[in-house]
Structure formats: structure tokens, C-alpha cells
């Protein structure tokens, strides 16, 4: 059993960064094949928003492109995503994944970041 939880999030003024935090319990999260970072805003799907997978490679949507950092803290067993430049329409849930295998992957409960303009 793995368990995930995600910090870091709050109330954060527009242009401003916040820092957010996938913790592990149960399994070294270095060596899940991939961790991904989700969001949803009200009344949205569920969207994408960056992944690093184990050999280290990175993505991000086109909506956070050049204001996201994705990365490991090997230290708190962590995947921490930081973003710049918030926008009003950063606001949302955001989650994390992490997949071992097609049929072993866990989800975090989410964390809130609201950003006031």
C-alpha cells in the first residue's frame, strides 16, 4: 500500500509562486516510473499538468510551459512542482499520481491553490 500526500497549497497572490509537495509513505518514489502532477478547476475535467519519470524526464502542458518546475526532493521522498507566475486560471485542486505499473498507481487527496488577483 502506497500513500501519497500533497502539500504547499493556499491562497497565493497573482504573479507570485507556490511550491507544491508529493510525499510517499509505503515506496521510494524515485523509483515509480512516472509521477504526474493534475489539476482541476470548478466545474472542469481533471487536466495534466506535468510529469517526470524515473530516467528523469520531464513534461508540461502548454499552459504552464516556462513557469513550471518539476522535480525530486530525494530527501523528503517528494516530487515537488513549483509554479511562477501564478494566474487566476492556475487556480484548482492539485493532484499527484504516481505509477509503478499499468496496475499500480496511486493517487493523492489534493491540494488547493487559489490565486487572488
Known sequence: ???L?????????AGGSVTLSCAAVGA??????VVAWYRQA??????W?????RGGERNSADSVNG???????????????QIDSLKAEDTAV???NAQWS???????QGTQVTVSS
Open 1 to 3: 500500500q502506497v500513500q
Open 5 to 13: 500526500v500533497e502539500s504547499g497549497g493556499g491562497l497565493v497572490q
Open 28 to 33: 521510494r518514489i524515485a523509483t515509480a516510473a
Open 42 to 47: 470548478p466545474g472542469k475535467q481533471r487536466e
Open 49 to 53: 499538468v506535468a510529469s517526470l519519470t
Open 67 to 81: 513557469r513550471l518546475t518539476i522535480s525530486r526532493d530525494a530527501a523528503q521522498n517528494a516530487v515537488l512542482l
Open 94 to 96: 492539485y493532484f499527484c
Open 102 to 108: 499499468a496496475d499500480y498507481d496511486w493517487w493523492g
